[in-house]
């Protein structure tokens, strides 16, 4: 089992960048498919980017968005460049112990509590 706290959230002026952390308490942090994923007012919460347990695969929805980890400090990072206000969301984390890099949030057994992200334009 794994806990994840989202911290880096905040207020960024469009165009502007935001580095998102995802913290992972226990041991077995490298073994886990981590995904980043949005939620906003009024709306499904929609994939983001995901990466491998060992960093080598990623996938993004968004080319203005990078997806990184290091399990050395059992953290997983987004960075957001370019921001713009139709990324205002409220931002998650996600673990999975599947292989495969899934943007179908049904697939992530474990979730942080988020951090919002607001763009202002």
């Known amino acids: 089992q794994v806990q994840l706290v989202e911290s880096g959230g905040g207020l960024v002026q469009a165009g502007g960048s935001l580095r998102l952390s995802c913290a992972a308490s226990?041991?077995?942090?490298?073994?886990?498919?981590m995904g980043w994923f949005r939620q906003a007012p009024g709306k499904e919460r929609e994939f983001v980017a995901a990466?491998?347990?060992?960093?080598s695969r990623i996938s993004y929805a968004d080319s203005r968005f990078t997806i990184s980890r290091d399990n050395a400090k059992n953290t997983v990072y987004l960075q957001m460049d370019s921001v713009k206000p139709e990324d205002t969301a409220v931002y998650y984390c996600?673990?999975?112990?599947?292989?495969?890099?899934?943007?179908?949030?049904?697939?992530?057994?474990?979730w942080g509590q988020g951090t919002p992200v607001t763009v202002s334009s």
């Open positions: 996600a673990a999975t112990r599947l292989s495969w890099l899934s943007a179908d949030k049904r697939n992530y057994d474990y």
């Open positions: 226990g041991r077995s942090f490298s073994s886990y498919t």
């Open positions: 990466i491998s347990w060992g960093g």
